[in-house]
Nanobody, 112 residues
Framework: QAHLAEAGGGLVQAGGSLRLACAAS?????MAWYRQPPGKQREMDAI???????VSAASAKRRFTISRDNAKNTVYLQMNSLKPEDTAVYYC?????????WGQGTQVTVSS
């Protein structure tokens, strides 16, 4: 059973940067980063596949970059030019076959 461990959240001022990391216990095929703002539904920011191809949501494009380190079974989300509206709990997500796996979530708070 896949286990996902996230790290890298925190408090940052608007315009700042953070890098989130999601380490998996097994080889990652594809992984996505989601955010869940307070009182809102979870939504996807970006996804990366085994070949390194990526798709980003419009809100994340140009500011967020998803990448992977296969040797470390880790996927990253580099977040630049952060805005207060980026405040959310961020989750990594992996689907293996018919099973879905979520990280525990990491809080990102952007102050104005």
């Amino acid at each position: 059973q896949a286990h996902l461990a996230e790290a890298g959240g925190g408090l940052v001022q608007a315009g700042g940067s953070l890098r989130l990391a999601c380490a998996a216990s097994e080889t990652i095929v594809s992984m996505a980063w989601y955010r869940q703002p307070p009182g809102k539904q979870r939504e996807m920011d970006a996804i990366i596949n085994l070949d390194g191809d990526t798709v980003s949501a419009a809100s994340a494009k140009r500011r967020f970059t998803i990448s992977r380190d296969n040797a470390k079974n880790t996927v990253y989300l580099q977040m630049n030019s952060l805005k207060p509206e980026d405040t959310a709990v961020y989750y990594c997500f992996e689907r293996r076959g018919s099973s879905d796996f979520w990280g525990q979530g990491t809080q990102v708070t952007v102050s104005s």
